[in-house]
């Protein structure tokens, strides 16, 4: 076994309802696998780590990093710069994720959009579909897109994930949520987001199919 100590900061620690805790884990458990384990043991801090960076031994660390015995674990939250609402993802999204995100306090209607790879398109059979994008230009542009959205319309919370990567059939691709007090602006809201998203967004698609590959909107 490898025994870590986990510590919890700012609203972490609220949430977590301590500062730190000592705990056994399998030996080769990764950083991504701990957070996944502290949702489940801690459910009011689980939406959280969703965004929270984590540390190891007063290093940022990844999700894929394995730790030792003895190490030190930080969970630590957004800074007041403000949470992310843009996500680009390689694990699969799963549904309701964007909706979870979404802050709550004074939401009365939560819209979403989920967007999935669909087996036919244009008559041809479709295999898969392969995302690709530039990372730091494309969060960046969600990121300012969601902040526009928040500017046209009242609304309380805007989230954007997009996977990238290898998408099979029926997996999620985009999924937005708009979380507003009443109905009618996150409807226009979340539409207008998605229409941003498909024009100025560095993310190209290709798709495979039974009768070859394209780059769709890609090429002349």
């Known amino acids: 076994m490898t025994t870590v100590v986990v510590r919890y900061f700012a609203a972490a620690h609220d949430l977590a309802g301590m500062a730190s805790e000592p705990l056994e884990l399998t030996e080769a458990t ?6 996944a384990l502290l949702a489940t043991r801690h459910p009011p801090l689980a939406r959280l780590l969703t965004i929270c ?10 999700d894929d990093q394995v730790l030792h015995n003895g190490d030190d674990v930080l969970v630590l939250p957004p800074s007041s710069g403000g949470a992310p609402r843009a996500q680009l993802l390689e694990t699969p999204i799963a549904l309701g994720q964007a909706e979870a995100l979404c802050q ?3 939401v009365g209607g939560i819209v ?6 669909r087996r036919e398109n244009l008559g041809k059979t479709v295999e898969r579909l392969e995302f690709s994008a530039y990372a730091p230009l494309a969060v960046k542009e969600m990121e300012a897109i969601a902040a526009e959205a928040l500017q046209r319309w009242p609304l309380i919370d805007v989230q954007i994930l997009h996977r ?3 998408l099979q059939v029926g997996d999620i691709a985009v999924q937005i949520a708009v979380a507003a007090a009443h109905r009618a602006e996150p409807f226009l809201a979340c539409r207008w987001v998605i229409d941003e998203l498909k024009a100025r967004v560095p993310i190209w698609k290709k798709e495979v199919t039974d009768d070859g590959a394209e780059w769709l909107g890609s090429t002349p």
Request: aromatic share 8%; glycine share 18%.
């Open 164 to 166: 990238v990567g290898v």
């Open 104 to 106: 709550q306090d004074g």
């Open 30 to 35: 990764t950083v991504g696998q701990l957070r």
């Open 112 to 117: 979403t959009f989920t967007g999935t790879v």
């Open 53 to 62: 960076k984590m540390g190891c031994n007063d290093e940022f660390a990844d």
